[in-house]
Structure formats: C-alpha cells, structure tokens
C-alpha cells in the first residue's frame, strides 16, 4: 500500500482546515461573550451618567447663582466707588 504525495498533501490540508475551521468558531464565541461583556458595562455607564446629570445640573445652577450674585455686588461696590469719587470731583470743582 503506497501513499501517493498528493494524496497525502491533500489530506493534511483538510486536516488544516478543518482544524482552522475549529479556532475559528472558537474565537467567535469568544467574541461574542466580549460583546455582550461590552454591551452590559457600556449600559452601566450610562445608567450612572444619567444619576450623574441630576447632580451636574445642580451644580450649574449653583455657579450660575453664585455668578450672578458676585456680578452684583460687584454692581454695587462699582456704583458706591463711582459715587465716592463723583462727590470728591465736585468738592474739588467747588473749591
């Protein structure tokens, strides 16, 4: 019983693909554990970014709140200064 060389060839080459075959349905599922891996963390963040935005909405409004309040007595510190100064022109004027 002789074994012909390209019978030979061609059977090491089913061999190989079928053997290539296997890896690759193992590293599909593989994969596919990954993606539903991803999916769920990527669901995570996003459910604790949406309980996040209440608190960022609320700190906004305090700086907004806390801005506008320092414009004004910045407002009225300005005005007081400008009054001080507007009398001391007329007291000089005068004299």
Aim: a negative charge; charged letters at 20%.
């Amino acid at each position: 019983m002789t074994i012909n060389l390209s019978d030979f060839l061609l059977s090491q080459l089913f061999i190989a693909l079928i053997v290539l075959v296997i890896v690759l349905i193992v590293l599909g599922i593989k994969l596919i554990r990954v993606v539903g891996k991803v999916e769920n963390t990527i669901d995570d963040v996003n459910n604790k970014l949406s309980q996040t935005s209440g608190l960022f909405n609320i700190a906004e409004k305090t700086g907004d709140f806390v801005d506008g309040v320092s414009d004004k007595i910045i407002m009225a510190i300005t005005n007081l200064i400008g009054r001080f100064v507007n009398r001391r022109k007329g007291n000089d004027i005068d004299e």
